[in-house]
Nanobody, 122 residues
Framework: QVQLVESGGGLLQAGGSLTLSCVVS??????????MAWYRQTLGKQRALVAQ???????MYADSAKGRFTISTNNAKNTVFLQMNSLKPEDTAVYYC??????????????WGQGTQVTVSS
């Protein structure tokens, strides 16, 4: 069962804007979600956190994303967005949606989307 469905990736020129969306399945959305986040990965590199939003709506960003990217959810908290502005060629990557489900006081299970490609040309 697909639990996270990402969309919004594409090809655009530097300086442009793009919004990624990640829809959480009803089954997953009914569980205790701790955090929702966007990661990105380029060939040969580890997947890296871009932005995260917690259940209390607090956010955190990678230094590279601060001031340019905004993570948010809809009111139902079953969709997480990543608004990306002033895109740079170095933002080119596969972007992955991540949801961490709280299964106990000290345990989390990470759920990943299939990834969406963002390519920024100079």
């Amino acid at each position: 069962q697909v639990q996270l469905v990402e969309s919004g990736g594409g090809l655009l020129q530097a300086g442009g804007s793009l919004t990624l969306s990640c829809v959480v399945s009803a089954t997953l959305a009914s569980r205790s979600i701790d955090t929702m986040a966007w990661y990105r990965q380029t060939l040969g590199k580890q997947r890296a956190l871009v932005a995260q939003i917690s259940s209390d709506s607090s956010t955190m960003y990678a230094d590279s994303a601060k001031g340019r990217f905004t993570i948010s959810t809809n009111n139902a908290k079953n969709t997480v967005f990543l608004q990306m502005n002033s895109l740079k060629p170095e933002d080119t990557a596969v972007y992955y949606c991540n949801v961490n489900v709280k299964t106990s006081a000290y345990q989390r299970v990470a759920i990943w989307g299939q990834g969406t490609q963002v390519t920024v040309s100079s």
